[in-house]
């Protein structure tokens, strides 16, 4: 057996087993830990850049990276792209405010709101929820670009998140600023993809 028809055939037990799972009461634990982990798609060079790469090569590859695809990719892909272009063309702008009150028509509620702080040398992650327009800044600070760095899928939670590299961050330098990013997280509302959640991390530990 070729080592492609082995790895056919462990995916479709696999399938099987999972889909048996599903309905019987001790199932729940099984089916949840055969669920695979988001896999994250790394695009190659030409299509990383979302503001200057062809979108229908852009969608393609992530058509083929995720079987079965992803409903309405084409309409994710163009999200992103008003994101990332509308906000900082294809270059890297650094880190600053950013109205995204002028999105709201792209926003879901309630919208995650994820920041990063240091405490005592330790990072600390808080989340805030904002429920509302009324509810969000004018304007909020994070980093976005026209380049991302990985695409995640995560099809139990039907939610995806880009993330973009932030070089040259404010408040990093050196192999913290070559680390930092932004997280955009996007859930589908009425068969729609709208933004989430933002996850700005300004200096992570690499």
């Not at 309630?110 to 929820?129: C, F, I």
Request: proline share 6%; with cysteine; aromatic share 8%.
């Amino acid at each position: 057996m070729t080592p492609r028809a082995r790895g056919a055939l462990v995916l479709a037990a696999t399938l099987a087993t999972a889909g048996a799972a599903v309905g019987t009461p001790g199932s729940a634990l099984a089916a949840r830990t055969s669920t695979p982990t988001p896999q994250a798609l790394y695009l190659p060079e030409n299509l990383a850049n979302v503001c200057e790469a062809d979108q229908q090569q852009l969608q393609q590859a992530i058509s083929r990276h995720w079987r079965p695809g992803l409903n309405a990719v084409d309409q994710w892909t163009q999200l992103v792209r008003s994101f990332s272009c509308d906000l900082s063309g294809s270059r890297d702008l650094g880190w600053h405010r950013v109205p995204l009150r002028a999105y709201e028509s792209a926003i879901r509620y309630p919208l995650t709101w994820v920041e990063w702080e240091d405490r005592n040398g330790r990072a600390r992650r808080t989340v805030k929820m904002y429920r509302s327009a009324a509810q969000l800044p004018q304007k909020i600070d994070f980093w976005i670009g026209g380049r991302i760095d990985e695409i995640r899928y995560d099809r139990k939670q039907q939610r995806i998140d880009a993330r973009f590299p932030a070089a040259g961050s404010r408040g990093a330098s050196g192999v913290a600023a070559q680390c930092a990013y932004t997280t955009l997280q996007f859930r589908q509302q009425n068969g729609l993809w709208l933004l989430s959640g933002v996850e700005p991390n300004p200096a992570p530990r690499c």
